[in-house]
């Protein structure tokens, strides 16, 4: 079983950034993929990024695209959002997740095995 603890969030204006961090707790055979959610309320949860265990692919929802990158830390097993030029739209509670042998595609929640509790990000106009 897999655990993921995020920190980073916050309050912070229209504009401005903020850096997300995921860590895991180990990284089982199954696991190669690791990801970022958002869901804000009364809304679906809703896929943002994703990247391989390497490090070497990462997909970004158009939303983001440009604006947020998502990167790991391998030899910490660490993941990170690095959301840039923050949109009210942006607000939500990020979660990060990572798949145990996912089938299917990357944006879709049933894709993916594990979640942590996730991280709330406020942005103001």
């Known amino acids: 079983q897999v655990q993921l603890v995020e920190s980073g969030g916050g309050l912070v204006q229209a504009g401005g950034s903020l850096k997300l961090s995921c860590a895991a707790s180990e990284r089982t055979d199954s696991t190669h993929y690791m990801g970022w959610f958002r869901q804000a309320p009364g809304k679906e949860r809703e896929f943002v990024a994703a990247?391989?265990?390497?490090?070497?692919?990462?997909m970004h929802a158009d939303s983001v695209k440009g604006r947020f990158t998502i990167s790991k830390e391998n030899a910490e097993n660490m993941a990170y959002l690095q959301m840039n030029n923050l949109k009210p739209e942006d607000t939500a509670v990020y979660h990060c997740?990572?798949?145990?042998?996912?089938?299917?595609?990357?944006?879709?929640?049933?894709?993916?095995?594990?979640w942590g509790q996730g991280t709330q990000v406020t942005v103001s106009s």
């Open positions: 997740t990572a798949d145990n042998s996912g089938n299917g595609s990357l944006r879709s929640v049933g894709f993916w095995a594990y």
């Open positions: 990247i391989t265990w390497s490090g070497a692919y990462t």
